[in-house]
């Protein structure tokens, strides 16, 4: 067997299990469903989200320390990562072959060649490395928090992040339909646009340049390729035979030049220059090259520098706006087990795992309204989905790979135990009189109180009889036991017999309309008016109304209320993130 | 040194000949051979990484969602009863919802419809050295203690033997039933026999053991109980009837109790209203009812031992019928107008003494 | 690969595994220490809580008759405050030579000095000189006001009063302030306090005046205190009763100054309008804030028990309301 046989099932292999963890991503214990299948191995297998959070967190969270296997293999043999594992390299690797079936030999020779702009993906790698760079400096130094915002960039253009985010809240949405698979409702998702945006474009450059993103743009590759400096095993030209065709490359994946000085840093190990010389002049083992190699990728100094100042200033600069203190965005709901602000966007990764798993779909990725630095992390949106943010759940903490969201038990999350603290509270739900049919439309309506889960509830209604108003008002003609003839404006019939409405005349409690016509008007039997009305009574109807009233000792912002209620647009109560649990600055209660 | 590659005019051999005329060592497919074996391996770590479930599945959809006093009001799926020693399960637990409970018990299901019915668990067990001495446990989930004693109250067999087991149980020759928290429990054995109430009594206690109570104990259920007069009451009659009581539809929740009378025994019954206008609305409501139905009022010198008593006659005997307060009270059916009488005052001054204003 | 490997690639080799080994391990060593298999714990404090030490030159809970409480009638602050300060003992009883005192005022808001909602300059003036007479290395004036601290510092007079008698003026900045937890507090738990002034101060004087308060009832010594607190402070106002009496837990001073030459009888805390003002012509000095306070109380014409934190104070042992108990030294100066 050719080892390209073993490298491309190895390839299809890794891409196949990863489509299968996204896949099982839903909660439930069947076979095809989350079970204890390690969804997170790839997030896992990145050095590069692991190296950011040990930068930015001093810790290496549980299986991030998958990291550095990865990094333990890249040490010794290069960027097999590159080439054999990653599945978006993968993708990109079959597109890039899709890309030149029709092409002929010199063609493909020249979109292999090596292109300086491939020191791009260790620009961004810099870029993104800057902006810990202060956190980092911080905590050696013991510097002050000062202004600077602290926060991982990475998962923006990690390659697994992007990839998990991609595939699990764009791709198999669309391809689920209404949800027959992979989850039990249709799945949607903020920022699609520019999550998808990213993703298609990347696929389609590959039409361009083969593993345009592995070579021009993934910063996992550029920290691999820095790092893959003294490989021991590594493609090199045995003199004596070769012919400088340059066959070689024709399929060369990584652009690395293996006809001419290896670029170590480039190479992914495809070892497609191996199988395409003739001569066999090419070979993957522990000499070194005949005509050297250049081991250190193209960048110099000052480009490091540069690009790392660049990291730095882009987090000086948001950490003016102050979202950190007190212009802190007030509808920011984070998932419950998230950490504080800071502490959070230390360690998240925006892979989008939680989103995924969510059983109610209400965990969105954020836009812009966290901020620049927030994008894609998570955001409780209620009116997405199928329900608030169910109280007794604990999924989200338990699928985040780098615990952002930390893993709670179900009796932390409700406050089993937890006397002082109480339950996990994610916001406050805070009733908009102005808009709440009760409160500003004289309707009846307490879907919002009906539906609150914690017991107690966190919701009481107030009881307010309010006037209907009348055209002409209605005064009594005749009377008897519990029916009353009235004069004045018609009454459409029923209208006022749903249970909801009451007369009252002057001197005694409102009674309960049971039936009504167009100008007689029957209360309940049980108990009628006493005495009788008399006739020129004036009689007026009443509307019963229960009106909200948020107990926020008990709110835990779970979210529900506002899903349920009936004023679809911009809901009449509307949970904000006063009184998380997470920040005690952020709440408004004393105890 | 050699000239660098010619990118511009590469050689075209290559599109003549085949890919490669490198031949694939030995050594090589060994590799790749061991590689595949690797990527074998970790298919099969990860196979059995599956089955320990995160913790998100387990609290999702635990295994057992019945015995743990969850924070949910879910019914459990199967009667997960620890086995006392020596017994074994001899069915698969069944279980019956207000839909399908008639099909287990037929016409006794109208009774714990009326009362609240919730869920019906069945199962049969059996010692595991005597195949016929086999029993079927029902677990009747009636949603409150309350409802639980409706259903147990007016079940109760005559002269029975009080059981020492939980607060209202009892037994007779082949059976337990007791109540436990909203719980309703029947142990009925198949044959009769020595061994049979100890194997039983020991099933149950086990049973109880494991149960969790929720919060309520019974003594909030039977709270009403305490207003009967306690002179001439027999004993263990106290009973509840949840709705319907007596035909009358706005009757429910009404406790009855047997009372010695001079020929025969005489049923004194007492509801809890909401409030005073209530309970006499009802009053009045009940008595237009049994009018309604053929009923005549008795009023004269005999009919007013106590102001606002209603006596109806009805079918040659005699509802009495009063209010104190938010108490609807009264006795059912008399023979003896004059002792019934005196029992409804006896009770009148019962609840007086208790603080209930007229 | 050809059959023997020749020396220079040996040692290129060797090389190469000694780097690439010196890697891996580093890594290794690096992922190791850092490994951690817990995750982050549920409580986000950064830092751990200071508590503040005492300032208090005796203890109010133990009875004692000299050194407690003076009360001096007059109009002019700089007499009034000399004479009450030599009735207690003098300056030298509370400043040392050599330490350094820190002068908590009322600079809370951007009030001119003669609607007396803030401590009076030429108080502050006095108070400045004297403690540099008596030898202290360094005084500061200090507060975490409600309005734009500089403005408030500049339109009430006390910062230039107190730069040009030579003290230094402290304005709160974001550095300024760290998480303090009062024991016995329950409110007061990890919260931002302007603890900077504090620093390396031995003495601590706090200078109020005495202030009608919408939502406590008075506005007096120990209510002063209110502007050591920093963060969204007003989130106390829910149970402004014990947070003032915790306040009175947490800060223990050498001295309190209650100036009542013009009482805020109205409208406070803000006041805004002279007919809110009385002249009351009383400045009342102490080291037991409880009894100073009980004696502001009776400016205001306010009985004691409209102010529940006073009693929470005297049942916690910080003083006592007892005036008669403590024969305080009454002085008449015109």
């Known amino acids: 067997m050719r080892i390209i046989t073993a490298r491309r099932i190895s390839q299809i292999f890794f891409t196949l299990l990863f489509f299968w963890f996204c896949m099982v991503s839903s909660l439930g214990r069947q076979w095809w469903q989350l079970r204890g299948w390690p969804v997170n191995f790839f997030l896992e297998l990145s050095p590069l989200a692991g190296l950011g959070m040990a930068l930015t967190t001093g810790t290496i969270y549980k299986g991030m320390a998958w990291g550095l296997v990865t990094l333990g293999v890249t040490f010794f043999l290069g960027r097999v990562f590159c080439g054999w594992v990653c599945p978006f390299g993968a993708i990109h690797h079959l597109l890039g072959y899709i890309s030149r079936i029709k092409q002929a030999a010199p063609e493909k020779v020249r979109r292999n060649r090596y292109h300086p702009a491939q020191k791009v993906k260790y620009w961004i790698l810099m870029v993104l490395l800057g902006t810990i760079v202060y956190d980092l400096a911080r905590r050696l130094l013991g510097l002050p928090p000062g202004r600077m915002l602290s926060s991982l960039q990475i998962g923006l253009l990690d390659p697994m992040s992007l990839l998990y985010r991609s595939i699990n809240l764009i791709v198999l949405p669309l391809v689920d339909g209404g949800g027959r698979w992979f989850s039990t409702a249709p799945r949607w998702y903020d920022a699609g646009f520019s999550i998808g945006l990213i993703f298609i474009s990347a696929l389609l450059l590959n039409f361009k340049v083969p593993r345009f993103f592995c070579r021009y743009v993934c910063p996992l590759g550029a920290l691999l390729g820095i790092l893959s400096r003294w490989p021991l095993f590594r493609i090199y030209k045995s003199d004596a035979a070769c012919k400088t065709c340059p066959s070689c490359e024709r399929h060369c994946e990584g652009a690395c030049q293996p006809s001419d000085q290896l670029r170590l840093s480039e190479c992914v190990v495809c070892l497609n220059c191996r199988e395409d010389c003739r001569e066999g002049s090419i070979r993957y083992g522990l000499k070194a090259p005949a005509t050297g190699d250049i081991p250190a990728p193209d960048i110099h100094r000052r480009e490091v520098i540069l690009s790392m100042v660049s990291g730095v200033a882009g987090m000086a600069a948001l950490g003016i706006e102050g979202r950190q203190g007190f212009n802190w965005p007030a509808h920011l709901v984070r998932p419950p087990g998230a950490l504080n602000e800071p502490n959070f966007l230390a360690r998240c990764i925006r892979c989008g795992q939680c989103m995924r798993i969510c059983p109610t779909n209400v965990i969105q990725p954020a836009v812009l309204e966290a901020g620049w630095e927030a994008i894609w992390t998570p955001v409780l949106n209620f009116r997405v989905g199928t329900s608030g943010c169910q109280h007794t759940c604990i999924a989200c903490g338990h699928v985040c790979p780098t615990a952002a969201i930390r893993p709670l038990t179900r009796d932390e999350r409700m406050g089993n135990g937890f006397k002082e603290q109480g339950p996990i509270r994610i916001g406050t739900a805070f009733v908009d009189r102005g808009r709440c049919l009760p409160w500003a439309m004289d309707k009846p309506c307490i879907v919002c109180q009906e539906n609150c889960p914690v017991s107690p509830k966190a919701i009481f209604t107030r009881e307010v009889f309010n006037p209907v108003r009348m055209g002409r008002p209605l005064t009594v003609v005749s009377a008897e036991k519990d029916q009353m003839k009235l004069s004045g404006t018609v009454l459409t019939p029923g209208r006022y017999a749903t249970g909801d409405f009451y007369c009252r005349i002057s001197g005694q409690a409102p009674r309960q309309i049971v039936r009504q016509n167009e100008q007689t008007i029957s209360v309940l039997a049980i108990y009628p008016f006493e005495p009788p009305p008399r006739a020129g009574d004036h009689v007026q109807i009443l509307i019963r109304l229960q009106q909200p009233i948020v107990i926020p000792d008990r709110c835990i912002g779970c979210g529900i209320c506002e899903h349920e209620c009936p004023i679809s647009g911009k809901r009449a109560i509307r949970v904000t993130a006063e009184n998380e649990s997470r920040n005690a600055r952020h709440g408004f209660l004393l105890s | 040194m050699f000239p660098a590659p010619d990118y511009d005019n590469p050689t075209s051999r290559e599109n003549a000949v085949s890919a490669t005329n490198r031949q694939t060592t030995k050594k090589e497919t060994i590799l790749s051979l061991l590689f595949l074996a690797f990527l074998g391996a970790i298919f099969l770590v990860i196979l059995s990484v599956q089955s320990r479930f995160n913790p998100a599945v387990e609290n999702f959809a635990p295994k057992n969602i019945g015995t743990e006093a969850s924070n949910t009001n879910e019914p459990a799926d199967n009667l997960s009863i620890p086995l006392s020693a020596g017994i074994k399960t001899m069915s698969s637990p069944e279980s019956f919802t207000p839909d399908t409970l008639s099909n287990k018990i037929n016409g006794k299901a109208e009774l714990y419809l009326s009362a609240g019915f919730v869920q019906l668990q069945a199962q049969r067990f059996r010692p595991i050295d005597d195949p016929e001495a086999w029993f079927e446990v029902f677990v009747y989930d009636m949603g409150t203690p309350s409802n639980a004693f409706a259903v147990y109250s007016t079940q109760r067999r005559k002269d029975v033997e009080k059981l020492p087991l939980t607060q209202h149980a009892y037994r007779t020759a082949n059976a337990l039933f007791f109540i436990t928290g909203r719980h309703y429990v029947e142990m009925i054995a198949a044959t009769r026999g020595e061994v049979v109430p100890p194997m039983l009594i020991a099933f149950a206690k086990k049973y109880l053991g494991h149960v969790q109570e929720d919060g309520q104990t019974e003594a909030d259920a039977s709270d009403p109980k305490s207003v009967f007069p306690t002179e001439g009451l027999i004993a263990d009659s106290i009973a509840l009837i949840a709705k319907d009581a007596f035909g009358f539809s706005r009757l429910d929740q009404v406790y009855t109790a047997q009372y010695h009378g001079p020929d025969t025994e005489m049923n004194l019954f007492v509801s809890l209203r909401p409030s005073s206008k209530e309970a006499r609305t009802l009053a009045e409501a009940y008595r237009d009812f049994l009018i309604q139905f053929g009923g005549t009022e008795v009023t004269g010198p005999e009919s007013s031992p106590l102001a606002g008593l209603f006596i109806i006659r009805i079918m040659d005997a005699h509802e009495l019928i009063f209010s104190r307060g938010p108490y609807l009270a009264g006795v059912h059916m008399a023979d003896d107008i004059a002792a019934a009488g005196k029992l409804a005052v006896k009770m009148d001054r019962k609840l007086a003494e208790m603080g209930i204003a007229k | ?334």
């Open chain 3, 1 to 334: 690969m050809s059959p023997a490997v020749s020396n220079p690639d040996r040692r290129a080799f060797l090389a190469r595994l000694a780097k690439a080994g010196l890697l891996a391990t580093a890594t290794g060593i690096a992922g190791f220490k850092l490994y951690d298999g817990t995750g982050p714990s549920p409580s986000s404090a950064d830092q751990t809580a200071l508590t503040l030490p005492e300032y208090a030159i005796d203890d109010p809970s133990k009875p004692q008759r000299r050194n407690r409480l003076a009360v001096v009638h007059g109009n002019d602050r700089k007499q009034t405050v000399n004479q009450g300060l030599k009735a207690l003992g003098g300056i030298e009883a509370f400043v040392k030579k050599g330490e350094r005192v820190l002068i908590k005022v009322n600079a809370a808001f951007a009030s001119p000095p003669a609607l007396s909602a803030t401590t009076h300059p030429d108080l502050v003036t006095e108070l400045v000189r004297l403690c540099l007479k008596a030898g202290a290395a360094e005084v500061r004036v200090a507060d975490n006001p409600i309005n734009d601290p500089a403005t408030c510092f500049e339109l009430t007079g006390i910062g230039p009063a107190a730069r040009s008698a030579g003290a230094r003026v402290m304005l709160p900045r974001t550095a300024s302030f760290q998480p303090v937890s009062v024991s016995g507090g329950r409110l007061i738990k990890n919260w931002p306090v302007f603890v900077k002034p504090l620093t390396g101060v031995d003495k601590v004087i706090g200078v109020a005046p005495v202030k009608d308060h919408h939502r406590s009832g008075a506005s007096l010594s120990m209510k002063n205190w209110y502007g050591l607190l920093g963060g969204r402070r007003n989130i106390f106002h829910q149970e402004i009763h014990n947070i003032i009496y915790e306040l009175a837990l947490m800060i223990r001073p050498s001295l309190v100054i209650l100036d009542g030459t013009t009482t805020m009888m109205t409208n406070g805390p803000t006041g805004g309008s002279l007919a809110d003002l009385k002249q009351t012509d009383t400045m009342i000095l102490g080291t037991d804030p409880v009894a100073v306070d009980t004696y502001g109380a009776g400016l205001l014409e306010k009985p004691i028990e409209t102010l529940p934190h006073i009693a929470k104070a005297e049942a916690a042992g910080l003083g006592t309301t007892d005036l008669d108990a403590i024969e305080p030294i009454i002085s008449n100066l015109g």
